[in-house]
DNA sequence: ATAATATGACTGACTGGTCAGTCATATTTG
DNA sequence: CAAATATGACTGACCAGTCAGTCATATTAT
């Protein structure tokens, strides 16, 4: 579907392109990965500098306004090279999210449920979510997936898969025994696990739209909801 | 970057472009306002069709990804008629958000703070809310705000102008004088309205991206926050 | 060890296609 | 018929994705 015939013709000399390119230094491979280092670390350097450079440009611009030039710049790389580590756009996106999101489910799932009280329990869990989501760059992975989501039904559904699935059931076995206990006094968080990542996805939202006006404390407004939750009770 | 000149030189007569089209009146404006209608009634009616058309292409695709040319099909109008309307795209977006979530401020602020115990006062709020903005196309307009808000800064400050800073005091207030009458236990809501509204927006971000997997009832959602915020006592 | 050869990461000019916005023209209406 | 409204072909800019070519490094042969 394109003439890839005419280019070899009219070819003019153009004799050493990439020449100054390479002998800069300041955008080689070795840079990102450091001298003494094997072929693969430094493609696999490369590779996640086009992730943190995609992260960028996707977070200040959106998927579909974001340049794969823009990102393979800041990544201190051609065009090209983006090519070379990831099939298209789309699928840089889909890598983008699943490498950085898909560790925190394992590390949620390592605080116990029935060794802590109640109120313990979801302290922890609030605790280990904003330092692993909203203390990093994973609050910015995670704002494109509720952002971006919509128009990419296949990270939508990983992410259900992978994600949710994995997570409520286990909060919801939680708090079931704590409300048989009588250790919460309503049902609703046993009906809606949701409610207590609510917080979060506020807070995310609100940075992205107001925090230049009155910034918003993620993790404190997560603490607020727990408070909420127990009444108000001191710990 | 490629021949923009061939086509105006083999420039064929082409005599009466629109004939056919205007005479087709399955599109006309007659349509959109009826007929015995004024010519500012007819162009008020276009204008509502391509803010209707506007905001299914804009959800559909997001902002940047939708197509001017299908909202205006959808519009059954021409695409030069959005800028008989409209100054750009930009602007048609802001339009359409301004005239969608501008008059829900009034309707919160319509429920009587004073004259109500706390609890029946969060629930006539709640029940505003999903009744006026999650029952609705509003609720589609919201989305939009959050997920294209932080790339239209200018957006984003006439809603904390127009609807945070006039929304949230009001529900501070009311809370302020519950907390201090004993009606709440906690002053998590006090310090942090936002949680209020926290379960509506997972509501809103839940639907677009897990909805064929599991619905989510929104108001009910909420009914369950404010359950929460007074400890699960029936009304 | 050293030269010859192979590998594959990397480059960037280029192509096809897309789309916001324009404007000369056409139609309708008061 | 003048003004208001609507039309859609056209332009210019933009950009994802391609691919022939380069070169440092790795592998193999001598």
């Keep these: 579907m394109k003439g890839p015939d005419k280019r070899r013709v009219r070819r003019p000399p153009k004799p050493k392109r990439a020449a100054r390119a390479l002998r800069d230094k300041s955008r080689s491979a070795e840079v990102r990965a450091g001298p003494g280092t094997t072929r693969r670390e430094r493609s696999a350097a490369t590779r996640e500098a086009i992730l943190a450079a995609a992260l960028d ?13 823009d990102v393979a710049r800041r990544a201190g790389v051609a065009k090209g090279t983006i090519y070379v580590h990831f099939r298209d756009k789309e699928t840089l996106f889909e890598e983008l999210v699943r490498s950085s999101l898909g560790p925190v489910v394992g ?11 109640a109120r313990a329990f979801l302290e922890r869990l609030t605790e280990t979510f904003a330092r692993e989501v909203l203390g990093t760059r994973r609050k910015d992975v995670l704002r494109l997936v509720l952002t971006e989501g919509p128009r990419f039904p296949q990270l ?7 994600i949710i699935q994995r997570a409520l059931p286990m909060l919801r076995k939680g708090l079931e025994g704590a409300y048989a206990r009588g250790e919460l006094t309503s049902d609703a968080l046993v ?18 739209l107001f925090a230049r006006f009155e910034p918003l404390d993620g993790a404190a407004l997560m603490r607020a909801q727990v ?4 009444g108000g009770a001191a710990r």
């Design 107 to 117: 590390l949620l799932r390592q605080v116990p449920a029935d060794t802590l009280t």
């Design 156 to 162: 939508a559904q990983v992410h259900y898969r992978e």
């Design 227 to 230: 408070d909420l939750i127990f």
């Design 191 to 208: 009906r809606f696990p949701q409610l207590l990542v609510a917080p979060a996805l506020v807070a995310i939202v609100w940075d992205a």
């Design 57 to 69: 440009e996707f977070s200040a611009r959106g998927f579909a306004a974001a340049r794969l030039e």
